[in-house]
């Protein structure tokens, strides 16, 4: 028996999607190898109501996809610097800040690279090894007010995040394992 993980009590962790004051609509994600995907994201304003619509869009298609615990707008075809993170449901999670959107993400500090198997709704057929800092520190600001905000995670969340900034840079996980032998067929289960 495994303990809950344990939430984060900050600004990014008492946010909530409904701060948005908008519904989301549930988007198509968009796979490798869609040129949206290995382009750098803009710059946004996190208070442009379109940016805003785009934040609670990307939360509820994260929602509605099975085993995804985050998701940038490059996957749904939107070449932006904003990405939703939620792996409070994963097994593999220690501590996690809950949903929470961040737009113009910059990594402050990292440390400590771990090599684990990531996964991409954008590369369906395939999972890879990644090493990643596994404690990091963040900045971005939060849609709808524009809040500057620092997230410091570890673990798993601290993984999804490199992998969501990634996305904002136009790079995929595949872009990160250290070859061919890497990379593995995904495994279905029925």
Not at 11 to 27: A, F, H, K, T
Request: hydrophobic share 40%.
């Amino acid at each position: 028996m495994s303990a809950e993980p344990t939430p984060v009590d900050d600004v990014v962790g008492r946010w909530s999607p409904d701060d948005l004051g908008v519904e989301g609509s549930v988007l198509e994600v968009v796979t490798a190898p869609a040129a949206v995907l290995s382009t750098e994201g803009e710059e946004v304003d996190p208070t442009d109501p379109e940016v805003v619509q785009l934040a609670a869009d990307l939360v509820a298609t994260m929602r509605v996809s099975p085993g995804c615990v985050g998701l940038a707008a490059p996957q749904v075809g939107v070449g932006a610097r904003v990405f939703c993170v939620d792996v409070s449901a994963h097994p593999k999670t220690r501590s996690h800040h809950g949903t929470f959107v961040l737009c113009n993400a910059v990594v402050l500090e990292s440390s400590r690279n771990e090599k684990a198997r990531e996964g991409c709704m954008s590369v369906p057929d395939f999972t890879g090894d990644v090493k990643r800092a596994s404690r990091l520190t963040v900045t971005g600001r939060l849609p709808g007010t524009g809040e500057e905000v620092t997230v410091t995670a570890e673990a798993f969340e601290a993984r999804a995040l490199q992998h969501e900034i990634d996305h904002c840079s136009g790079l995929l996980f595949l872009d990160r394992v250290a070859g061919a032998h890497a990379v593995h067929p995904r495994k279905t289960y029925l």
